[in-house]
């Protein structure tokens, strides 16, 4: 609340003790005169005299004066009380309207926004081709992460019909653990479990990733597919459902082929023939005064020189490089099992563990393998060089901490053993030289039963 001042009240005792001191000088004066009085009965001859004399006159007309003013007339700053009244103060409220994942599809035109649920960055992954391939449908997608939304505004998505045109929700969901959702969809799993959503008339599809080897496969995609439905939106595309357990990227594009043929008919739209790359970053080689070599970058996850110099407090940008107490496998020798115990010293590192804290591994790629793959690329493995981000939807200036060597990024940025999913399959075919090679990565990178045959087999 807020104390607002409103009215004043005279002083009530300035003005009381003003009228004291004007009857104390009147007091005093007629004492006076009393006292002339007995001189003039002692000498009846003597001229008798006025009982006051000019001056008293005036200074009694001064004297009245002042008391009336002070009374009557004066209504100084000095003798006002503010008088208080207690008012509500008034919040200006701010819709989340304004900041959200709404207000980013008016501004940026976009009718399609995808959520994800992701543990590991799969999902996460796959949300960011889905958003940049719609733009192949002339429907390009924002990216959003439900922990980081209001995920009620879902009710106001069919208020932008009428200025974009129709527009689609798309969750990208995987189950994590027991079925359990992922960390960043806990709230948005509440509000589904609430039913306190009215999501009539939104379009949506789900693909939920899982693993089968698991009890509750796929639980959350299945409950979030169910749920919208009885909460009033409109299923646009089946369930996916994608096993990390056999294929799962086989699972996503067969999913997503089928998907965008539903869509192009409820929207009534088509593909276009142009091609685009998921990945837009602007290469360049920088030369001697191009970049100051002590703003080169490691091996650090963040902060230059976090490796070298360790100093608190310590976070995700500037980790404690702990060491290894003991690293023991606790299977006997000759089973064929690894279980290992690790301790870590933080001593002097002023963090305190508690139970479910996190450990952070950074590993580093092998170097036969990196010298290996400078060799196959020919190139000059401490050439210095960044990599900028020109997708405009894109919260990365960089794929990874720049300006660095070639080495350093092939060694510590840059993921070498994994196993390409087929859109990197693709892309790299634009940039092999050799025909052969270059067809079977093309088919490998296909939608057809003979590519993804291919891919199963050879990746």
């Not at 999902?123 to 990216?143: P, S, T």
């Amino acid at each position: 609340s807020l104390l607002q001042e409103t009215t004043y009240r005279p002083n009530m005792r300035s003005k009381f003790l003003a009228g004291m001191l004007f009857c104390l000088l009147a007091s005093l004066v007629a004492a006076q005169t009393e006292e002339e009085q007995p001189e003039a009965a002692a000498d009846p001859e003597a001229e008798p005299e006025p009982m006051f004399g000019t001056l008293d006159y005036i200074l009694l007309a001064a004297i009245g004066a002042a008391a009336i003013w002070w009374l009557f007339f004066r209504d100084s700053e000095g003798d006002k009380i503010p008088e208080y009244e207690i008012k509500p103060m008034v919040v200006r409220e701010t819709s989340t309207v304004e900041k959200g994942f709404l207000a980013k599809m008016r501004k940026t035109g976009r009718r399609l926004v995808v959520f994800y649920g992701s543990q590991t960055g799969t999902a996460e992954e796959f949300a960011g081709r889905l958003a940049k391939e719609g733009a192949r449908y002339g429907l390009k997608g924002i990216v959003a992460d439900p922990e980081e939304e209001n995920m009620e505004d879902l009710q106001q998505l069919t208020e932008l019909d009428s200025e974009l045109g129709p527009c689609l929700a798309v969750f990208m969901l995987a189950t994590y653990g027991e079925g359990d959702p992922t960390d960043n969809a806990v709230e948005f799993n509440e509000k589904l479990t609430n039913d306190g959503m009215d999501l009539n008339g939104m379009k949506f599809a789900v693909f939920g990733l899982g693993n089968k080897t698991y009890e509750h496969f796929n639980k959350m995609g299945k409950f979030a597919d169910l749920k919208l439905e009885e909460l009033g939106a409109k299923r646009v595309h089946i369930l996916g459902v994608g096993d990390d357990d056999a294929n799962l990227e086989d699972d996503f594009i067969t999913w997503k082929e089928a998907f965008w043929a539903s869509v192009c008919q409820e929207f009534n739209i088509e593909a276009s023939s142009e091609e685009f790359n998921t990945r837009q970053y602007e290469h360049k080689v920088l030369e001697d005064g191009d970049f100051k070599p002590e703003k080169v970058y490691t091996g650090e996850v963040a902060r230059l020189r976090s490796y070298v110099t360790q100093r608190p407090p310590f976070d995700v940008k500037n980790p404690y490089m702990a060491p290894i107490k003991i690293n023991n496998n606790i299977h006997n020798e000759g089973s064929g099992r690894h279980c290992l115990h690790i301790e870590v010293d933080v001593e002097g590192s002023r963090i305190r563990y508690d139970a479910g804290d996190h450990v952070a591994v950074y590993p580093t790629n092998n170097l036969e393998l990196v010298d290996k793959l400078a060799s196959l690329m020919d190139i000059n493995m401490e050439q210095v060089f960044t990599m900028t981000n020109v997708d405009e939807d894109s919260s990365k200036k960089h794929p990874f901490p720049c300006p660095t060597t070639y080495r350093t990024a092939l060694s510590h940025y840059v993921e070498i053993t994994a196993l390409p999913r087929t859109h990197i399959l693709k892309e790299l075919a634009n940039y092999t030289s050799d025909p052969a090679e270059k067809a079977k990565l093309e088919e490998m990178s296909s939608t057809t039963p003979e590519g993804k045959a291919l891919y199963q087999t050879w990746v």
